[in-house]
């Protein structure tokens, strides 16, 4: 079946502007994860959605990163007036449920900020 | 906190060699342990995941261990070959009570198999 996919691929956007990146989970996994993976930090954890449950926004580095999950499928990662210090590749992963199910992640987006 | 790391950073082997990739992780509270492959440009392929109530996970060539007491986790490589090359990242499932939870990530062991 489908895994998940993430669009765009690339993304080159200049200092300043919002971007939005979009992920389609694997259907009927109920969690969404977005992670971040850049040169100096490794890959990190940003934000988590399980069902209709309130988000855990707590890997979140700032309040210009935002995300949402529309019916419990699409979500949209939007980054708020870019930084350089922003590019990086930023993954979706989605797992059946929360807990001990595997995660299963997309190819990722690779934003950079000139 | 969790913290993951993995020993070493880099390995670079001839081919044919049997191999140990280790990670280590601080918190023993964890739902799960996965190890990843990505080669360069591309996402993560999941290899094995070993449940925390599991000792060992087999695919292939592929055999992982998880020791939850002395927070350690193997990736052992059989026969290794030019096509294993990549960058192979441990991940632990560390569950923060609540709704909060998520994998934490070592840095990777880059590994080079040579032909």
């Known amino acids: 079946g489908a895994g998940v996919s993430q669009s765009p691929s690339n993304k080159v956007t200049e200092k300043g502007k919002d971007v939005e990146l979009r992920c389609d989970p694997i259907s009927g996994h109920t969690a969404l994860y977005w992670y971040r993976q850049s040169l100096g930090q490794g890959l990190e954890f940003l934000i988590y959605?399980?069902?209709?449950?309130?988000?855990?926004k707590s890997g979140l580095p700032s309040d210009r990163f935002s995300a949402e999950r529309t019916g419990g499928s699409v979500s949209t990662l939007t980054i708020q007036r870019t930084q350089q210090e922003d590019s990086a590749v930023y993954l979706c992963a989605s797992s059946l449920n929360s807990g001990s199910y595997e995660q299963y992640f997309g190819p990722g987006t690779r934003l950079t900020v000139t | 906190k969790q913290e993951v790391t993995q020993i070493p950073a880099a390995l670079s082997v001839p081919e044919g060699e049997n191999l140990v990739l280790n990670c280590s992780f601080t918190?023993?509270?964890?739902?799960?342990l996965q190890w990843f492959r990505q080669d360069p440009g591309k996402g993560l392929t999941s290899l094995l995941l070993i449940q925390s109530s599991q000792r060992e996970q087999t695919s292939g060539r592929l055999n992982a261990s998880l020791d939850k007491s002395s927070g350690r986790s193997t990736l052992y490589i059989a026969a290794s070959q030019p096509g294993d090359s990549a960058t192979y990242l441990c991940a632990a499932y560390t569950d923060y009570g609540g709704s909060q939870g998520n994998l934490i990530f070592g840095k990777g062991t880059k590994l080079s198999v040579k032909p």
């Open positions: 959605f399980q069902g209709n449950s309130a988000p855990d």
């Open positions: 918190d023993s509270a964890i739902y799960n």
